[in-house]
């Protein structure tokens, strides 16, 4: 993005929002507030926008990741040829003082301001495609289900440890975990639909399902991560971006601890990482040999599937990049070893 001359910091929340804009800290920040968060309030904020002499193609908006009470402003603001950024409000609250006000006009103050001062760090937000608003919102809604049905099988393994039982109990709970079963299975197949409708996706999909241990779950999480596999995909950045990428943590010669994952990051996909890295730890025979050689070595199991994971990572980037299937028993060759020969 070019150096804009407006910089707009919107504060938003369910209801209602706050907007401010500077050209630089020197100026005067104008700050409208109680700006309804629907389509008549966005309508309101262009007005006013407009009104004060700010142009869309000389500006950048800047929003903390608020979920979907800004979703429909951001989208609002896109289609007006606003260019959009979202920044994690930790980022946001770490660049200023801790003072005792607190206000949505101070927020979004700050927030005009963070996207003067870090202009040359912000990036720019674009809508995903509807094909991934759709898997994603699927994906949510099975992750709430495989919870349920969790709770469902603990309190029936409660019930059935008890001395005394309740027959209504057991019937309303397997009930339950049997209706939870089948809604699982329908969103499963409508995921599966979904990747296999789009062509590019699909094809993607085949791609990484060569690998042993990738299922349609880690597919449908990758895609929706990289907005269908439209952004290119750098397994580093994805690592630390999951939260299964060892850090150091090292400061002179007294402050030393073991490099360890910080675990942030979206656990969901963390979770089926660690699902695929036990999986083709057990059945692809090169990194069933890795993980058999670090259990000899005594390193801690845990440890282990966290670098099969990482590995795994490498491998999809790899063959995303290439554009070319998983190859069984492949081995790379380094060119001087043939030209020595």
């Known amino acids: 993005m070019d150096k804009p001359k407006f910089y707009i910091g919107i504060d938003i929340a369910a209801d209602d929002f706050a907007v401010s ?193 990738i299922g349609f779950l880690l597919i449908a999480h990758l895609a929706v991560f990289s907005n269908a596999f439209s952004k290119p995909l750098n397994y580093k950045s994805m690592a630390a971006f999951f939260g299964i990428c060892p850090l150091k943590y090292q400061s002179g010669s007294s402050v030393y601890r073991p490099p360890k994952s910080r675990r942030y990051g979206p656990s969901i996909v963390r979770k089926v990482l660690y699902l695929a890295s036990l999986s083709i730890a057990t059945h692809n025979k090169m990194f069933r040999t890795y993980y058999l050689r670090k259990v000899a070595e005594g390193k801690n199991k845990k440890l282990i599937f966290n670098n099969v994971a990482n590995k795994l990572l490498r491998l999809i980037c790899a063959l995303l990049k290439n554009n070319q299937p998983f190859i069984k028993n492949y081995q790379s060759i380094n060119p001087l070893c043939l030209i020595n020969t």
């Open 21 to 213: 804009f500077m050209t630089n800290p020197q100026e005067q920040i104008l700050t409208k507030e109680r700006v309804p968060n629907n389509f008549p309030g966005f309508d309101e904020l262009l007005v006013w926008l407009s009104a004060s002499g700010v142009v869309a193609g000389e500006s950048v908006v800047c929003l903390e990741a608020t979920g979907v009470y800004a979703e429909a402003l951001c989208h609002f603001l896109h289609s007006h040829q606003f260019p959009v950024c979202i920044e994690s409000p930790l980022k946001v609250k770490r660049a200023f003082e801790t003072s005792g006000h607190k206000t949505d006009a101070l927020d979004s103050r700050q927030i005009a301001e963070y996207a003067y001062r870090f202009f040359d760090e912000l990036k720019p937000w674009a809508p995903p495609q509807v094909i991934v608003d759709k898997i994603k919102q699927l994906l949510s809604a099975r992750e709430q289900l495989v919870r349920q049905s969790t709770a469902s099988k603990n309190a029936l393994k409660i019930i059935g440890r008890s001395v005394v039982q309740d027959a209504t109990a057991l019937e309303v709970f397997q009930c339950h975990l049997n209706q939870i079963k089948e809604h699982i299975r329908t969103i499963e197949k409508e995921i599966q639909k979904y990747l296999k409708s789009d062509p590019d996706l699909h094809q993607k999909t085949l791609l990484l399902s060569s690998v042993p241990g």
